[in-house]
């Protein structure tokens, strides 16, 4: 029986692909759950998620650019009302 091995370019390839966390990884990255982690990026604190189909998978390389400008919310929430 053969068995095949990836070639060398197959290797290099997939070394420079990004890789990606799932919620429940991210969770662990930064310390608390992944329904905190969910509520945090619902709410603009936390960056996307890259979409695979129904997966939702976070960036790495976002997340290290993310914790390297010190957290800051993704997006801010607008003022209900009107100015006061």
Known sequence: ???SRPSA???DNVA???QF???DGCAARYGFSA???RRQVDAGK???PTRFGRLCRWSLVTLDQWDADGCPPVRTAKRLG???
Request: hydrophobic share 50%; proline share 10%.
């Open 9 to 11: 370019t197959h290797a």
């Open 46 to 48: 936390a960056p996307g």
């Open 1 to 3: 029986m053969r068995v």
């Open 82 to 84: 009107g100015a006061r």
């Open 16 to 18: 420079h692909l990004p």
């Open 35 to 37: 329904a905190h982690w």
């Open 21 to 23: 966390l799932d919620a």
